[in-house]
């Protein structure tokens, strides 16, 4: 089974598939699509120590010369040196405005190999293949590509919409599990956000083995969120209002990452808490929506922080001084009710505090 969902933009139209066992055949389909003689390859570390034999495979089989480079694994490698390297490798091989980059991988890969298709020659076609659950159901899809600068996270970038993305599941099965819940946390804010029957869908994350979770149902939940995450776009391409709905429990999650100088805490597991502490303070603003929604998957995460390490005026004080705020207020993507996201400015240090205990009551 294979799902495919047509993403509308004003840089271009494209379609993300979402499948099983699909790469092979895709790979071909889309080489040939092309004229020249070259692909180019940007390939996460892990992906490719798993995967080598498929991945070579299937670009040996479109008949044309292939340039593949590695991309270190992990958020190192989002930065303007190892982005210059992607660079270097394009042009120093020969790319032409018409010449493909499949970069595939995770959010890091796709975010500094699209920043790197972005720029070189001022664009050339870029194909994501996402290879992790957050990947797919969220970082590929939507055109924001970039790198972290010194004074924070995703400072420097380009909208840039892919080619062609392809979700093949099969690469999930080399994920590691916190991986998985990872990404879990992006899917559970789709269903906050937008689709409410997604918590129930949720649910094969909590399958005790991972390979048990039924191919057609994991494709049919990641469509769904990527469907529900092309829409947004569609609606709001360069993020001037709605888009920011994406971000529910981000506000705090940033914060929480930057408290713990993204070291011990992932991001899923911060948004995950962040999520938390916005139900907490969507209710304090007349909402009534039972968290039980999200804690039952909480056995799911891992925590390597207790809360006696965090400070709830720093953690505050990190969130006032964001770099990508507007207001001198801190703004909250929070929730009338499920499925009904609002923007609201919160000014009282107090509030933010509580919703900030309740939500760390869980480490
Ligand atoms: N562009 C966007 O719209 C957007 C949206 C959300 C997040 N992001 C970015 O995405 C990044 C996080 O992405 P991520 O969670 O995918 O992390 P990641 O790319 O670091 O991948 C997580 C880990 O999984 C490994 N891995 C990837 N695929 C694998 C596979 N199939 N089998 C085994 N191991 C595999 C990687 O080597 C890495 O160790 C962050 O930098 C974040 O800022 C971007």
Not at 344 to 360: F, G, M, P, T
Request: proline share 2%.
């Amino acid at each position: 089974m294979s799902k495919s969902i047509e993403v509308k933009t004003s840089q271009k139209n494209y379609t993300v598939l979402v499948g099983s066992d699909i790469f092979e055949d895709q790979i071909k389909e889309v080489a040939d699509s092309f004229n020249g003689d070259n692909l180019f390859v940007l390939v996460d570390e892990n992906v490719e120590k798993y995967h080598s034999d498929l991945i070579n495979k299937s670009f040996e089989e479109t008949g044309k010369n292939f340039f593949l480079m590695t991309v270190p694994e992990g958020e190192k490698s989002k930065s303007v040196s190892f982005w210059n390297t992607c660079i270097e490798f394009l042009l120093e091989n020969g790319v032409r405005r018409n010449t493909p980059v499949f970069v595939i991988g995770g959010g890091v890969t796709g975010d500094v190999g699209g920043f790197a298709a972005a720029s070189a020659l001022r664009g050339v076609p870029l194909i994501h293949v996402p290879t992790t659950v957050l990947a797919m159901v969220d970082s590929s899809i939507g055109g924001k590509t970039g790198v972290n600068h010194s004074t924070g996270k995703n400072l420097i970038g380009a909208f840039y919409q892919p080619y062609k993305v392809i979700a093949d599941i099969s690469f999930l099965n080399t994920l590691p599990r916190d991986e998985w819940t990872n990404g879990l946390s992006e899917i559970l804010k789709y269903g906050a956000i937008e689709q409410v029957d997604i918590f129930d869908k949720a649910e094969i994350f909590l399958q005790h083995k991972i390979e048990e979770i039924s191919k057609d149902k994991l494709i049919d939940l990641i469509t769904d969120c990527i469907q529900i995450k092309a829409d947004i776009v569609e609606k709001d391409e360069f993020e001037g209002n709605i888009r920011a709905y994406l971000n529910f429990g981000h506000t705090f999650a940033h914060a929480l990452e930057k408290e713990c100088s993204y070291q011990s805490i992932s991001h899923g597991e911060a948004v995950y808490l962040g999520m938390l502490a916005a139900i907490e303070l969507s209710n304090h603003f007349g909402a009534k929506l039972n968290p039980d929604k999200l804690l039952k998957f909480r056995s799911l995460y891992h925590y390597r922080v207790s809360k006696e390490e965090l400070s709830l005026e720093d953690l505050t004080d990190h969130m006032k001084f964001d770099k990508k705020r507007t207001s001198q207020y801190i703004r909250f993507v929070l929730l009338d009710e499920w499925q009904s996201p609002i923007l609201k400015e919160v000014r009282s240090d107090d509030v933010i505090h509580q919703a900030w205990k309740v939500a760390l009551d869980e480490l």
